[in-house]
């Protein structure tokens, strides 16, 4: 028996360790897993560390804007030296600014042979405890009437960038159209220009790498990268300093003067292009003499280019801007990288605000025309509105009968304040959607508050004269920067 036991004995201590090691396996687990528990509801310990940075006022610097300078033609009234650019008269330039005192000056170099270059305005920075940055304005306005150039034009003073978009012109037939380039930075700027037609991507030799030194004015023929084109658009694209880019076109049929005027700077590839302050005028006098030939291009156009590439869909709405009646409607469809001229249907005289929208980014303008009592032409190119919120100023060039244009792309109606000279001008209420206009007084400043966002325009309106301009809104002002290290 005392054999037989010793086993039994073995077997039942051996259970008991190894039920005692499972027990003590499921306790330690059991244990565990309160422990996690516990640490899932306890809160951690934490520890942040904000990185060390500096902030940094930028210097206040001085506001600049360029004017686009005097009338240009190349040769002279005998038809002689036809690639020497030269000036006829000198612009009439107008100025203000909503705080400080800005000053007037002119570029150092141009290629007008007259010497004449474009004036620049400076406006000193506000002192460092201004709640706003100052703001400057200036535009220009001449009348010519020697040989072929003949006609009214106007401009506003412009800041320099480094992307333009230019809409109008035309190199056809009769038609001359110059590119002027104005670097008033104090580094050389490289331009390239990007050149479009009815048949797309214009291709030219001497279109890049142009080097317009600080201080200069560069003078060029449009024909001379684009001859014999009828719709054309320019892209203007700088590195180093940025520049001021404008057209000047003038035409001339056959051996009558036709009109002359600047192109300024279009809204860039948008969604939603705003037109203010399209003038019809002289209609019937239109009508008939667009009928001769050699005169098409008085009708009034809708010029357009998708510079992507993709085809756009798009809607042209032609607005009245005395309120009363929807405006008339057209659906386009647009080429991408092809530049197409919409021709308007014939509207009663009046101001209009025309609205594009598209499903692919666009850039617009405009040309109207007008005829005078003698039969005198002259014409007007408006480029797309950049949309200006909560504030503006406009300089009004002297001209012939002024107006104001604002055109409200919200939904929220606005009631907006002119002041000029620190003293109230009026109010004019400006619905949700719609456009309005009012007379202003040439050679005045007004700056315009109590919105959210506006497009601006001026336009003159003469017996035979014509001319407009889109108003651009100032670049913003440098903010506090913080660096970290």
Same mark, same amino acid.
């Given at each position: 028996?005392?054999?037989?036991?010793?086993?039994?004995?073995?077997?039942?201590?051996?259970?008991?360790?190894?039920?005692?090691?499972?027990?003590?396996?499921?306790?330690?687990?059991?244990?565990?897993?309160?422990?996690?528990?516990?640490?899932?509801? %306890?809160?951690?310990?934490?520890?942040?560390?904000?990185?060390?940075?500096?902030?940094?006022?930028?210097?206040?610097?001085?506001?600049?804007?360029?004017?686009?300078?005097?009338?240009?033609?190349?040769?002279?009234?005998?038809?002689?030296?036809?690639?020497?650019?030269?000036?006829?008269?000198?612009?009439?330039?107008?100025?203000?600014?909503?705080?400080?005192?800005?000053?007037?000056?002119?570029?150092?170099?141009?290629?007008?042979?007259?010497?004449?270059?474009?004036?620049? %305005?400076?406006?000193?920075?506000?002192?460092?405890?201004?709640?706003?940055?100052?703001?400057?304005?200036?535009?220009?306005?001449?009348?010519?009437?020697?040989?072929?150039?003949?006609?009214?034009?106007?401009?506003?003073?412009?800041?320099?960038?480094?992307?333009?978009?230019?809409?109008?012109?035309?190199?056809?037939?009769?038609?001359?159209?110059?590119?002027?380039?104005?670097?008033?930075?104090?580094?050389?700027?490289?331009?390239?220009?990007?050149?479009?037609?009815?048949?797309?991507?214009?291709?030219?030799?001497?279109?890049?790498?142009?080097?317009?030194?600080?201080?200069?004015?560069?003078?060029?023929?449009?024909?001379?990268?684009?001859?014999?084109?009828?719709?054309?658009?320019?892209?203007?694209?700088?590195?180093?300093?940025?520049?001021?880019?404008?057209?000047?076109?003038?035409?001339?049929?056959?051996?009558?003067?036709?009109?002359?005027?600047?192109?300024?700077?279009?809204?860039?590839?948008?969604?939603?292009?705003?037109?203010?302050?399209?003038?019809?005028?002289?209609?019937?006098?239109?009508?008939?003499?667009?009928?001769?030939?050699?005169?098409?291009?008085?009708?009034?156009?809708?010029?357009?280019?998708?510079?992507?590439?993709?085809?756009?869909?798009?809607?042209?709405?032609?607005?009245?801007?005395?309120?009363?009646?929807?405006?008339?409607?057209?659906?386009?469809?647009?080429?991408?990288?092809?530049?197409?001229?919409?021709?308007?249907?014939?509207?009663?005289?009046?101001?209009?605000?025309?609205?594009?929208?598209?499903?692919?980014?666009?850039?617009?303008?405009?040309?109207?025309?007008?005829?005078?009592?003698?039969?005198?032409?002259?014409?007007?190119? %408006?480029?797309?509105?950049?949309?200006?919120?909560?504030?503006?100023?406009?300089?009004?060039?002297?001209?012939?009968?002024?107006?104001?244009?604002?055109?409200?792309?919200?939904?929220?109606?606005?009631?907006?304040?002119?002041?000029?000279?620190?003293?109230?001008?009026?109010?004019?209420?400006?619905?949700?959607?719609?456009?309005?206009?009012?007379?202003?007084?040439?050679?005045?400043?007004?700056?315009?508050?109590?919105?959210?966002?506006?497009?601006?325009?001026?336009?003159? %309106?003469?017996?035979?004269?014509?001319?407009?301009?889109?108003?651009?809104?100032?670049?913003?002002?440098?903010?506090?920067?913080?660096?970290?290290?």
């Amino acid at each position: 028996m005392q054999a037989d036991e010793q086993p039994q004995k073995n077997r039942t201590r051996g259970a008991i360790i190894v039920s005692a090691r499972i027990v003590a396996g499921t306790v330690g687990t059991f244990v565990a897993a309160l422990a996690i528990a516990a640490a899932a509801w %306890l809160p951690l310990p934490s520890h942040t560390v904000t990185p060390p940075s500096t902030t940094v006022t930028p210097v206040p610097a001085a506001q600049q804007r360029v004017c686009a300078g005097p009338l240009l033609r190349l040769g002279n009234d005998s038809g002689q030296d036809a690639t020497i650019v030269s000036s006829v008269g000198r612009p009439a330039v107008r100025y203000g600014q909503t705080a400080g005192k800005a000053a007037s000056s002119v570029l150092s170099t141009t290629d007008n042979a007259t010497g004449v270059a474009p004036e620049v %305005l400076t406006l000193p920075p506000a002192a460092q405890q201004a709640t706003k940055p100052p703001l400057l304005t200036g535009s220009q306005s001449q009348t010519a009437s020697t040989g072929d150039l003949v006609g009214f034009a106007t401009a506003e003073c412009s800041e320099g960038t480094s992307d333009t978009w230019l809409v109008g012109g035309a190199t056809d037939t009769g038609r001359t159209t110059l590119v002027t380039l104005s670097n008033p930075s104090s580094v050389s700027a490289t331009v390239s220009l990007s050149l479009y037609g009815p048949s797309g991507t214009i291709s030219a030799a001497g279109s890049s790498g142009i080097v317009v030194t600080p201080g200069g004015q560069r003078v060029f023929s449009l024909a001379g990268f684009a001859p014999g084109v009828s719709s054309p658009v320019v892209r203007v694209q700088s590195r180093g300093g940025q520049v001021v880019a404008n057209l000047q076109q003038s035409t001339v049929r056959t051996l009558e003067p036709g009109g002359v005027d600047i192109v300024g700077a279009a809204n860039k590839p948008s969604l939603t292009n705003v037109i203010p302050g399209l003038v019809v005028s002289s209609s019937a006098a239109l009508s008939a003499r667009e009928a001769e030939p050699g005169y098409q291009d008085l009708r009034s156009v809708i010029r357009l280019l998708v510079p992507g590439t993709k085809q756009a869909h798009t809607e042209i709405s032609v607005i009245p801007e005395s309120g009363t009646g929807s405006g008339t409607t057209v659906s386009v469809v647009v080429e991408a990288g092809v530049v197409t001229d919409v021709p308007l249907d014939s509207f009663p005289d009046g101001n209009y605000s025309v609205v594009i929208a598209s499903d692919q980014p666009v850039v617009a303008g405009a040309r109207v025309s007008t005829v005078g009592t003698t039969g005198q032409t002259d014409f007007a190119w %408006l480029a797309a509105a950049t949309p200006i919120d909560k504030q503006a100023i406009v300089t009004v060039a002297p001209g012939p009968s002024p107006v104001l244009h604002l055109d409200n792309p919200t939904r929220k109606p606005a009631t907006v304040t002119l002041t000029s000279g620190g003293v109230l001008a009026g109010t004019v209420a400006v619905p949700a959607g719609r456009s309005v206009s009012l007379p202003v007084s040439g050679s005045a400043t007004y700056t315009l508050g109590g919105f959210d966002r506006l497009a601006v325009s001026m336009s003159y %309106l003469g017996d035979g004269q014509l001319s407009a301009f889109s108003v651009s809104p100032s670049a913003p002002a440098s903010g506090r920067i913080t660096i970290y290290r």
